[in-house]
């Protein structure tokens, strides 16, 4: 159980397009989730709070019209980075809020922008 | 907010024992999270402390000590595919968030 899957796992896209990414919560509903972003041997920075039906929490210094989130049903939250640039390559995991509010984390998707 | 302490490397022997120690100072706290997470992979859950005391769970115990801020990840009968990053982290108060330490890179040599 509480098995959240990412999608795309992988991504390169050029300077200037934008970059969805899916996460979906495959065997619980999950009215919050969390997306993080890590880069090379750092640990985890929380970017927003996702919840179902409400607009997203930013995290300070995480500008909400670059990365939007939408957070349409119980069990998706998508986050789109617009007109992503060099900068933003980096590695993207969500999480999802289950039983006994543990978070679980999807697989990653590795973002690299040329 | 919260700072989160945690060595940043350590090594040990296929077989050994090892304890990751974390040190935390928090505005508000509401249970410590351990996760493994292997290079270039996302973290997968170990264990849960909102209490007080020690949790085990099968090679992996986890402690907590509110009143000292502290908690420790012991990894018993390693093996050599625990080597990997542990990650130490604290949830707020009221909003559930998880703030993470920088985490603890484990070797495991023959």
């Known amino acids: 159980g509480a098995v959240v899957s990412q999608h795309p796992s992988w991504v390169i896209c050029k300077s200037g397009t934008s970059v969805k990414i899916e996460c979906r919560s495959l065997d619980f509903q999950a009215t919050t989730m969390f997306w993080y972003r890590q880069f090379p041997k750092q640990s985890l920075m929380l970017m927003a709070t996702s919840n179902e039906g409400s607009k997203a929490t930013y995290e300070q210094g995480v500008e909400k019209d670059k990365f939007l989130i939408n957070h349409a049903s119980l069990t998706l939250s998508t986050l789109t980075v617009t007109s992503a640039h060099p900068e933003d390559s980096s590695f993207y995991i969500c999480s999802a809020r289950g039983m006994r509010e543990t978070q679980y984390f999807g697989p990653g998707t590795r973002l690299l922008v040329l | 907010g919260q700072n989160i302490d945690q060595p940043t490397e350590m090594t040990a022997t296929e077989g050994a024992i090892v304890q990751i120690n974390c040190t935390y100072q928090?505005?508000?706290?509401?249970?410590l999270f351990w996760y493994q997470q292997h290079a270039g992979e996302a973290p997968t859950f170990l264990s849960y402390?909102?209490?007080?005391g020690l949790e085990e769970k099968g090679r992996f115990s986890s402690f907590l000590s509110r009143s000292k801020g502290y908690s420790y990840l012991l990894l018993k009968e390693l093996q050599m595919k625990d080597s990997a990053s542990y990650l130490c982290a604290v949830r707020d108060k009221g909003d559930y968030k998880l703030s993470f330490g920088a985490g603890t890179t484990v070797t495991v040599r023959a």
């Open positions: 402390n909102v209490l007080d």
């Open positions: 928090t505005s508000g706290f509401n249970g």
